[in-house]
């Protein structure tokens, strides 16, 4: 038999202690998601407001936009702004895990739950990303003659890497849900 008090206030300094290790850098990751949703948000509105800027990356593409509307460059901040409004899920994601953190749901199918979905979020906001690369070029070339229409279809290296480290998460997540309700079950046979 077990003195499941003492257990307990030991379990609690433990975790005190964490919350006391990682209380500074869940803040710090809180408000960097923040910052990184604007961010991303200015650079999207400030990219497809510049007629010019778009024209010169697209170049660099081998895609010729050259002579776009005002019309198109909205479409395709649209298209821009529907997997930035997935990145901000996903960021809501990691603020509430890291808020759950600070307040001591450290290892929970809470945390877990929290570490799942802005796994997810941030996992069909890469693949959203990818995928809608040849619709923007689409978009893009709408204005030209028919044989002049580009479907521009291409991965960069940090896509994979951001797949695979966002599929990593997915993974550790569930690990985290088994071993949480596996402590729970523990502490029901205590």
């Given at each position: ?127 959203v990303d990818?995928?809608?690369r040849p ?56």
């Open positions: 038999m077990t003195d499941f008090a003492a257990l307990s206030s030991f379990d609690d300094r433990r975790l005190d202690s964490l919350r006391r290790r990682i209380g500074w850098l869940c803040q710090t990751l809180r408000f960097a998601l923040v910052g990184y949703c604007l961010w991303i948000f200015v650079t999207i509105v400030m990219f497809w407001s510049d007629e010019s800027l778009v024209v010169s990356r697209f170049a660099s593409l081998k895609v010729d936009v050259e002579g776009l509307s005002a019309d198109q460059r909205l479409a395709a901040f649209g298209v821009s702004f529907v997997i930035w409004a997935l990145l901000v899920v996903a960021c809501y994601a990691g603020w509430r895990l890291f808020s759950g953190y600070l307040e001591g749901r450290i290892f929970t199918p809470d945390a877990a739950g929290w570490l799942r979905c802005l796994a997810l979020a941030g996992l069909i906001a890469a693949l990818i995928a809608a619709l923007t070029s689409l978009i893009l070339t709408a204005h030209k003659a028919a044989g002049a229409h580009m479907v521009s279809i291409y991965l960069r290296p940090e896509d994979l890497s951001t797949v695979m480290l966002l599929a990593t998460l997915l993974a550790l997540a569930h690990i985290q849900k088994t071993a949480a309700d596996i402590a729970d079950e523990n502490a029901q046979i205590v």
